[in-house]
């Protein structure tokens, strides 16, 4: 299992080469791999109203419009299929990969790829705040924009070198997973402070 996606009732679960799903709290569940490439690990879920995109490592984004039951290969200028995770800003979906970061302002029919610095990057975890977008990527940078992605500061002040593997929010905190633990910022990213009281754990 690598992603979960709740829709009303129905729970749709990632694995590879396709889903899971259920419309019964787990009791029964239908394996669906049409459209999906058999060996693709399906990484994460982003729910746009009534539509769901999924995006797999190695497969590229696929997308349903009817709760999951049926799905669709959505890569259209999308340059690169191993991809991590998917966002949402207002206007635009992101997709982060391998090979850099694409957006789409159409729910993910077609792709165009950010122009700058993250080009070429390889993306690790990704996360919409606010206004804002956030991306750790694997050379330990954390990127934030609050344009949606026309331009980037790089906000990693007080990592000490670490890098980073994964991106989560709290109303106006934001929480940085490392090589060196937990790392918090509570001013949009610019600087960051480690919680370690009572973690005992190093490597996430």
Known sequence: MYSLCSIDSVLLVGSIGGIYRTIDTG???????????????????????????????????????????????????????DVRCLAATNNKVFAATDGGLFYSTNQGQNWMAVSGQLATASILSMVS????????????????SGNEGVSWTVADSGFSGYSTSCLATIDSSIFVGTQGGVLLSSDRGNSWLPRKNGYRGSII
């Open 27 to 81: 009791r029964t569940w239908k394996t669906i791999t049409q459209s999906f490439q058999y060996d693709a690990k399906l990484t994460s879920f982003l729910r746009l109203g009534n539509s769901v995109l999924a995006s797999t490592y190695g497969g590229g984004v696929m997308t349903s419009s009817d709760e999951g039951q049926v799905w669709n290969r959505s890569n259209s200028g999308l340059g690169n299929v």
């Open 129 to 144: 705040y606010s206004s804002k977008l956030i991306i750790s990527s694997l050379d330990g940078d954390v990127f934030v």
